[in-house]
């Protein structure tokens, strides 16, 4: 079983008009080599633009392996240039373990702080944006490599080069691949889809659209958030 990674690096970022006629962002990050300190909304001097679908306790940080940039680079090397660490908006760049070694729940040990997987990332047309390649989003929820976020249930101060230690896996049948697979699946099994509206562990907007998905006839329409 994977217990750990190491931090490759840390970002931060503030909101900012970077494309005309759309709305602010903060998906362009900077790294730093300070020690952050991070609370149950998020390291403090990050923020986010549109706090509706973005930040909050149950996604207080995104953590990205590091590992999937070389994937992106292999399929769509027309934008190489964007595939490196932080190049996706995230908190947190890893290297040791991805979404298929983790579980929904997973508590780990993050510096000082103490942290919780609490969904994977949904990703929306910023992202399209943000790399030149419209067809990122996409991509992004059909491969399952969304990275995911973290809940922090300790607040605590971290830097790159900790150690990201699993102490806790309270779900250990639910593994975080799969369950971000299942969120982007239109034809899921009702009773998966209940299964996962009642997990405790899962942040509150993933457990009600997976609550929709158990009801018969019901149908997502993804166009307006993975185009704009």
């Not at 931090?7 to 970077?18: F, H, R």
């Not at 292999?74 to 070694?101: K, L, T, W």
């Not at 943000?130 to 059909?142: L, R, S, V, Y």
């Not at 830097?159 to 971000?180: E, F, H, K, M, N």
Request: aromatic share 10%.
């Amino acid at each position: 079983m994977t217990t750990g990674a190491e931090i490759v690096g840390v970002y931060t970022g503030q909101p900012e008009s970077l494309w005309d006629g759309r709305d602010p962002s903060a998906i362009r990050k900077s790294p730093t080599g300070d020690r952050v300190e991070v609370t149950e909304t998020g390291i403090i001097g990050d923020r986010q633009a549109d706090l509706a679908v973005h930040g909050g306790p149950d996604k207080a940080l995104h953590i990205y392996p590091s590992e999937h940039y070389a994937h992106w680079r292999g399929v769509f090397p027309e934008h190489a240039q964007m595939y490196r660490p932080g190049g996706f908006g995230e908190n947190i760049s890893c290297e040791g373990f991805s979404e298929e070694d983790l579980c929904i729940g997973d508590i780990f040990d993050l510096g000082t702080a103490r942290v919780q997987i609490s969904q994977g990332r949904q990703p929306c047309w910023k992202l399209n944006m943000h790399t030149g390649n419209p067809a990122q989003a996409a991509a992004f929820q059909k491969t399952g490599m969304t990275g995911w976020y973290f809940r922090v249930l300790e607040p605590g101060r971290f830097q790159a080069g900790d150690r990201i230690s699993l102490s806790g896996r309270p779900c250990p049948d639910w593994t975080l691949r799969d369950v971000i697979l299942a969120r982007f699946n239109t034809g899921l099994d009702p009773a998966v889809a209940r299964a996962l509206s009642e997990l405790a562990e899962l942040a509150s907007p993933w457990r009600t659209a997976f609550a929709r998905k158990a009801e018969s006839g019901y149908s997502e329409d993804t166009a307006k958030r993975l185009e704009g």
